[in-house]
């Protein structure tokens, strides 16, 4: 069941002289649901696109089973694209919508009306057939778009940040849907968000983006717990990215202070970046502390407080915990050595982590 089923091998693409993907190669299991995830621009459309036969790669190759499909047209490959601007046709009939690909195709009459009896079932909209477009919310469009897509049962299902014109709470109940619906079709799903949230909610696999190169790719829990890089453990939740030295296997020094860890292979006296989460930190009393500093800003968030630390250096901590400790306290840093993730400096310029302020 696991057999790769699309294979992107060494995607390069450019617009002018914009490489917008470098020599990309990625393999997507059978049934997974895998997100492509990363800053605007970084390149998620364009391999979606490329997969999608919309849109030809420079050189690579986009296997299909097996199969080079790198030069079949999109109608020739059994995948589905929903795209963030649904593009119903206002005129027609909800039914009419989602029997359009199936008409063009010559399908029966009777096929046809089971199969927009099924798909409405599927996106919890049994009934609709003869409503407006224009009398549906935004988030019953964005089912009707994914019902159009079902009916034609394809292999994958391509999802260009399909809920990113749906407001939150209708985002999350549709995040929902869309797990049940790839669980109930067993199909492929690739999605495609700039939503660290949304990555994290759904996905088997996260391949993170940043500018034309795979940054990493893993479960969520690896993605969030053992980022590779200071770009994935930024762009992935808050974090703590701080300059380390790691003086040797399992101690790296911050600021001064030595901090036992659980890395290795690093090298001896090697400049490193370190990431820490901010629930990963303890504010202990002064003296327990690793690194001492002083608290300089707290905010109570429901399920935690927020405080920033502030030690003699001048950097900020992040720190989240379910203590509070008042601004102007003087605190203990204490991160325990499994909660320390060490990581090589970026080697290339392209490879720099870049801020993303969303
Ligand atoms: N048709 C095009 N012509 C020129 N540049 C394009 C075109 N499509 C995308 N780009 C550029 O390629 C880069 C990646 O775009 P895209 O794949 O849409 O990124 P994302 O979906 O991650 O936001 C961007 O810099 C974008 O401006
Ligand atoms: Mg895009």
Same mark, same amino acid.
């Given at each position: 069941?696991?057999?790769?089923?699309?294979?992107?091998? @060494?995607?390069?693409?450019?617009?002018?002289?914009?490489?917008?993907?470098?020599?990309?190669?990625?393999?997507?299991?059978?049934?997974?649901?895998?997100?492509?995830?990363?800053?605007?621009?970084?390149? /998620?459309?364009?391999?979606?696109?490329?997969?999608?036969?919309?849109?030809?790669?420079?050189?690579?190759?986009?296997?299909?089973?097996?199969?080079?499909?790198?030069?079949?047209?999109?109608n020739?490959?059994q995948?589905?694209?929903?795209?963030?601007?649904?593009?119903?046709f206002?005129?027609?009939?909800?039914?009419?919508?989602?029997?359009?690909?199936?008409?063009?195709?010559?399908?029966?009459?009777?096929y046809?009306?089971?199969?927009?009896?099924?798909?409405?079932?599927?996106? @919890?909209?049994?009934?609709?057939? @003869?409503?407006?477009?224009?009398?549906?919310?935004?988030?019953?469009?964005?089912?009707?778009?994914?019902a159009?897509?079902?009916?034609?049962?394809?292999?994958?299902?391509?999802?260009?940040?399909?809920?990113?014109?749906?407001?939150?709470?209708?985002?999350?109940?549709?995040?929902?849907?869309l797990?049940?619906? /790839? @669980?109930?079709?067993?199909?492929?799903?690739?999605?495609?968000?700039?939503?660290?949230?949304?990555?994290?909610?759904?996905s088997?696999?996260?391949?993170?983006?940043?500018?034309?190169?795979?940054?990493?790719?893993?479960?969520?829990e690896?993605?969030?717990?053992?980022?590779?890089n200071?770009?994935?453990?930024d762009?992935?939740?808050?974090?703590?990215?701080v300059?380390?030295?790691?003086?040797?296997?399992?101690?790296?020094?911050?600021?001064?202070?030595?901090?036992?860890?659980?890395?290795?292979?690093?090298? %001896?006296?090697?400049?490193?970046?370190v990431?820490?989460?901010?629930?990963?930190?303890d504010?202990v009393?002064?003296?327990?502390?690793?690194?001492?500093?002083? %608290?300089?800003?707290?905010?109570?968030?429901?399920?935690?407080?927020?405080?920033?630390?502030?030690?003699?250096?001048?950097f900020?901590?992040?720190?989240?915990?379910?203590?509070?400790?008042?601004?102007?306290? /003087? %605190?203990?840093?204490?991160?325990?050595?499994?909660?320390?993730?060490?990581?090589?400096?970026?080697?290339?310029?392209?490879?720099?982590?870049?801020?993303?302020?969303?």
């Amino acid at each position: 069941m696991s057999q790769p089923l699309i294979d992107l091998v @060494n995607i390069t693409k450019s617009y002018d002289s914009n490489v917008v993907l470098d020599d990309l190669s990625l393999s997507v299991k059978e049934n997974s649901f895998v997100t492509l995830l990363g800053p605007s621009g970084c390149g /998620k459309t364009t391999t979606l696109r490329i997969i999608g036969g919309f849109e030809s790669a420079d050189s690579g190759k986009v296997i299909f089973g097996g199969n080079d499909i790198t030069k079949l047209p999109p109608n020739k490959r059994q995948l589905n694209t929903v795209f963030q601007k649904y593009a119903l046709f206002p005129h027609m009939s909800i039914a009419d919508n989602i029997a359009f690909g199936l008409k063009i195709k010559n399908k029966p009459k009777q096929y046809i009306d089971d199969k927009i009896k099924y798909a409405l079932k599927l996106v @919890n909209l049994d009934g609709f057939e @003869n409503r407006s477009v224009d009398s549906l919310s935004g988030g019953q469009q964005q089912r009707i778009a994914i019902a159009r897509a079902i009916v034609n049962e394809p292999k994958v299902l391509l999802l260009d940040e399909p809920l990113g014109a749906l407001d939150l709470k209708l985002r999350q109940d549709m995040q929902y849907e869309l797990i049940r619906l /790839k @669980n109930e079709l067993g199909i492929t799903f690739i999605y495609v968000t700039h939503d660290q949230e949304e990555a994290l909610t759904m996905s088997d696999t996260i391949v993170v983006m940043n500018q034309g190169y795979i940054q990493q790719m893993g479960s969520p829990e690896q993605i969030y717990n053992e980022p590779e890089n200071a770009f994935v453990a930024d762009f992935i939740g808050e974090s703590n990215i701080v300059d380390g030295l790691m003086l040797h296997d399992e101690l790296v020094e911050i600021f001064g202070a030595k901090f036992p860890c659980v890395d290795r292979g690093f090298g %001896v006296r090697q400049p490193v970046d370190v990431v820490i989460r901010p629930e990963d930190i303890d504010l202990v009393k002064p003296e327990l502390g690793t690194l001492e500093g002083v %608290v300089t800003h707290l905010i109570f968030k429901g399920v935690h407080y927020e405080m920033e630390v502030t030690t003699p250096d001048g950097f900020e901590w992040l720190v989240h915990s379910t203590d509070m400790c008042p601004v102007g306290e /003087k %605190v203990g840093i204490h991160v325990d050595p499994f909660d320390i993730q060490i990581m090589n400096k970026p080697a290339s310029e392209d490879e720099e982590a870049v801020s993303i302020d969303e």
